[in-house]
C-alpha cells in the first residue's frame, strides 16, 4: 500500500502505539495481530461502531485535531445513549495520499485527548491510505452491569420525555465537532434514576424521536415552550424558526430519555448536573402520535429529521 511519501504505515503505527496508555480492562493493545481485554462476569459487553467521512461529518478545511475527535466522540455518545462506560477504542484509518505525518499526529492528538478524557485505551486499528477523502471508522468496547444496558425500547405511557443540555445550531457554531459525549450524565441517569429508555440526539430531536416512539410502541405529547433552544440558535430568528432548528438541525449528541413521573420529580429536585440541564419536554403516550403542543393547541410534529445548513447530507 501507499502511505504519505513522509510516512510508512509502520512509522505511523508505532507513533501511535507510543501515545496509546494501556488502561484496565486492555491487557495487550497496538502492536500485536489482536487486542486482549479482560472481561468480568457480572458484567455485558457493549459495542459500537460509526465512520466519519470528509464531505459529510466534517469539511476539508476542518481542523484534524476536531477530526479525530469527533470520530470518537460520536460513538462513546452511542454508549452513552446504552448508559455504558467505554474501555477501549479501534480506529479504521484511511488517510487520502496527501495527507502528511504532521497531518495524521495532530488527528490523534484530539483523538486521544478526548480518549483521556474519559479513560479509553486506544487498544489498536488499521492504517490505510488512497486517492480519496479521509475516512475514520471507529468502534468502540464499553461495558455495563449485566441487564442494565438501557435501550430504545423500555418507554411506557405516562413517562416523562426529558432531554439533556439544549438543541440546535450546532453546525452552524461548529459544536458538532465539539460536543462533550454525555457520559457522565448518562452513567448518573443509570445509577440513580430509573430511566426506561433513551437514545441520543445524532439526527434530530424530530427523527431520532421516532426511533424511541417505534421501539418502545408509544406516542408522544410535546410542549413546545419547553424544548431547550441552544444559544447557539440565533436570536433573531422568530420562534417558530428557533423551534424548527431545535427540532431538526441534527448533530446535537444530547440524550433523550423517558422516565416515570416519580423519577422525573425527584430528578427535578437533585441537585446542579455539573451545569448540563435536564429538562422535561413532555409525556408519552398509549396514542402512537407525536403532537407538537403550540399556545395550547396540538400539531402533528413533522418528521423533519435531517436539514443540513452547510450542505453536507446526514447519516
Ligand atoms: P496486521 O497486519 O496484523 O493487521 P497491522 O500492521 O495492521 O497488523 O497493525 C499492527 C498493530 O497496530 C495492531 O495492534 C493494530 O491494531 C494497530 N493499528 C494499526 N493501525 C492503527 C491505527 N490507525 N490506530 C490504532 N492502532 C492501529
Ligand atoms: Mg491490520
Redesign the pocket.
Known sequence: MTLPSSLT?FDL?ER??RRSRLREPVAIG????A?VLNCASDQQLVIAQDVIVEGRHFTSDTEPELIGRKALAVNLSDLAAMAALPTAA??G?VLPTRASAEFADRLYDGLLGLADEFEVT?A????NSWDGPLMLSVTVLGTVPKGQAVTRGGATPGDWLCVTGALGGSLLSGRHLSFPPRLREAQRLRTEFHVTSMIDLSDGLSGDLRHLMATSSVGVRIDAAEIPVHLDVPNSLGFEQRLERALNDGEDFELLFTLAPEQGQRLQRSDAWNAVPVTKIGECTAERSALLWIDGQPRPLPSGGWRHPLGMSGD
Open positions: 504505515e503505527i501511535i502505539r497496538i502492536g500485536d495481530d487486542a479501534f480506529i484509518l486506544l489498536g486499528g488499521d492504517t
